[in-house]
C-alpha cells in the first residue's frame, strides 16, 4: 500500500498510473479508484485519465473486448453475467457491446452445453424436473441467458 505521507508530483503520478495500465487493460473506474489511493482526485485525476487515454495507456473498449474473452474463456462466464459486471464498473452501453460481440456464437454454445451437461450428471437427484431446474438455475447463475438454457436442456433427455 502506497504511504499516503509521500506526496507524488503529477508526473511521478502519470508514470506510476502508466506502469498500472500498461501491466493489464484497466477501466476508467478502477483507473480513478488507483488514483484516490494514492492521493490524487479531481481535476488532477481527470488530467492524468486523460493523458493516459491519449498516450493509448487506457482504452475502454479495447479493456471491455478483454475482459468479457477472458470471462468467457476462463471463468465461463455467459453474456448476462459479464454485461452486469461490465456495467458495476461503469464501462459505456457502447463498449460493453464491442465487448461481447468478442464472444464467438459457436463456442458460446458449445461451453453452454457442455457445463449443462457437466452439471446436469452432478445433481444428485432421481426427479427429471428438478435435475433440469437446478441445472438451469446454475446456469443462469453464471450469466447465461434464460431461453438458451432452457434450449439446451431440451437436447440433454
Not at 14 to 22: E, H, I, R, S
Not at 72 to 81: A, T, V
Not at 93 to 122: F, H, R, S
Request: glycine share 4%.
Amino acid at each position: 500500500m502506497a504511504n499516503k505521507s509521500i506526496k507524488l508530483t503529477p508526473q511521478q503520478a502519470l508514470l506510476k498510473m502508466a506502469n498500472y495500465c500498461a501491466y493489464q487493460e484497466r477501466c476508467h473506474s478502477e483507473t480513478k479508484n488507483k488514483l484516490a489511493e494514492i492521493g490524487i482526485y479531481y481535476e488532477n485525476a481527470d488530467q492524468i485519465i486523460a493523458e493516459l487515454i491519449t498516450q493509448n495507456y487506457l482504452n475502454e473498449e479495447r479493456f471491455a473486448k478483454a475482459y468479457a474473452g477472458g470471462k468467457f474463456r476462463i471463468k465461463k462466464w455467459g453474456r448476462n453475467k459479464i454485461k452486469q459486471e461490465l456495467k458495476q464498473k461503469q464501462v459505456s452501453d457502447y463498449c460493453i457491446l464491442q465487448g461481447l460481440k468478442e464472444i464467438d456464437a459457436d463456442d458460446y454454445l458449445v461451453t453452454l452445453k457442455k457445463e449443462a451437461k457437466e452439471k446436469y450428471e452432478k445433481v444428485k437427484d432421481k426427479n427429471v424436473l428438478i435435475k433440469n431446474n437446478k441445472t438451469a438455475q446454475y446456469l443462469m447463475s453464471r450469466g447465461f441467458e434464460a431461453d438458451l438454457v432452457w434450449d439446451v436442456l431440451k437436447l440433454l433427455r
